[in-house]
């Protein structure tokens, strides 16, 4: 189990190999390998992406995840005191075992977290476009998942996770997996997904939407039109999906 707040799963065993994703905390792996410079090979449970960890991001689970950080980012302190100096800062998305639910505070084996920063596992976000907009302004992160810095396929696996649907990791594979087709030309609904070669953005209005992009470098909200015309001189929109229940 992934025991640092955010691991990153390079495609060599390098600090200097590319980032191809993140793994959060409490996130199972399986590992096909360890070798003796500190990495491991695995395999993540939730998308499948295989890759290669840093071995002391792995710990053998203190218990069977409860419950999930449902802020944006939340601090570990290793007492139920907000004076005291945090441990660790804890992502969106990051999955723990709570050993003691308090009013003010929950007990994991290794510290406490703001209870009103947690919910349970099975308790799934309504509306994706709600969760994408709480990371408006986070940096742009080549193959990033987190509230730290993420990407636009991590933007969206990101929010629809936390609405309890399964998302592949990649564009592409959202992009083929996820919802049905619709109109690329319009209108779009909020949820809608577009699809570029290698890109991805989410319709937040008919006439916005939400995207991590190199060009803003952050998570941003545009109007739908000038986006539209700004990417269209790297590729055209390719497809649009719609997600239903």
Not at 100 to 114: H, I, K, M, P, Y
Request: aromatic share 8%; net charge negative.
């Amino acid at each position: 189990m992934v025991a640092d707040p955010v691991a990153p799963l390079r495609r060599a065993p390098s600090s200097g190999a590319p980032l191809d994703t993140e793994a959060l905390m409490g996130e199972t792996v399986t590992v096909y390998d360890s070798d003796d410079e500190g990495w491991s090979w695995v395999q993540l449970e939730a998308d499948g992406y295989v890759g290669y960890l840093p071995s002391d991001a792995l710990r053998a689970p203190a218990g069977a995840p409860t419950h999930r950080v449902s802020a944006t980012r939340t601090f570990l302190f290793p007492g139920p005191d907000i004076k005291l100096p945090p441990l660790a800062t804890l992502p969106f998305g990051a999955r723990l075992a709570v050993r003691e639910a308090g009013d003010t505070f929950v007990r994991l084996a290794s510290g406490f977290v703001f209870a009103r920063h947690v919910a349970p596992l099975d308790a799934a976000e309504p509306d994706l476009v709600a969760v994408a907009t709480r990371f408006l302004g986070t940096p742009y992160l080549w193959g990033g998942r987190s509230a730290f810095g993420l990407d636009c396929s991590g933007l969206v696996q990101t929010a629809l996770t936390a609405c309890g649907l399964a998302c592949p990791r990649d564009s592409d594979m959202q992009e083929a997996a996820l919802g049905h087709a619709i109109d690329p030309a319009g209108p779009f609904e909020r949820g809608d997904l577009l699809f570029w070669p290698g890109h991805v953005a989410i319709a937040e209005t008919p006439d916005t939407l939400l995207h991590a992009n190199a060009f803003h470098m952050m998570v941003a909200r545009e109007p739908l039109a000038p986006a539209l015309a700004r990417i269209a001189a790297s590729a055209p929109l390719r497809s649009a999906r719609r997600i239903t229940a």
